[in-house]
């Protein structure tokens, strides 16, 4: 099966927990992988005029990939969601920072776009207002349908290389 991980903000903004940066950087080292990292730029998203806060300016992500991309709000950048359908996989799987936010708005542009998303719900948190996620798990699995554990995943990628 054709597959991509789409990492979703596990960068030093958002203060992921070790265990959620080592789950995807030993992920990451298996499938080709995206990272999606969220900068601030108000003239694009007016995170501090609307919200009173705001990401940083600058940042990496804390962990490897194969083509990172940048964006300024919730939503996936266009330039990510454009390759991704040039790759045209089977299944993207996602994970990362927002389930209730961000994770959640990626699910939309990928499903609109006629892909399949596929949340790795152990690799999955949400934001400082529900850090377990599960908010954004509920409306994931009603949305979109598609969850694997870490754990499934490896255990499918092993199998497709015997």
């Not at 789950?23 to 007016?46: K, N, Y």
């Not at 940042?59 to 359908?85: I, T």
């Not at 996989?89 to 994970?95: A, D, T």
């Not at 948190?125 to 969850?147: N, P």
Request: a negative charge.
């Amino acid at each position: 099966m054709r597959q991509v991980l789409l990492i979703n903000d596990v960068q030093s903004t958002f203060e992921p927990p070790e265990w959620l940066v080592d789950g995807v950087r030993a992920l990451s080292a298996q499938i080709l992988t995206i990272a999606s990292l969220t900068l601030h730029d108000e003239r694009h998203t007016p995170f501090q005029r609307q919200l009173g806060w705001h990401p940083a300016g600058s940042d990496q992500s804390l962990h490897e990939f194969d083509r990172q991309f940048v964006k300024h709000g919730y939503g996936l950048a266009p330039q990510a969601l454009e390759y991704l359908q040039q790759l045209a996989p089977e299944r993207v799987l996602v994970c990362g920072i927002g389930a209730d936010s961000s994770i959640l708005a990626a699910g939309f542009a990928l499903f609109d776009a006629g892909l399949t998303p596929t949340l790795v719900s152990d690799l999955t948190i949400g934001t400082w207002a529900d850090r377990s996620g599960e908010s954004g798990m509920i409306l994931w699995r009603e949305h979109f349908g598609q969850m694997l554990t870490r754990a499934e995943v490896l255990e499918q990628l092993r199998a497709e290389r015997e």
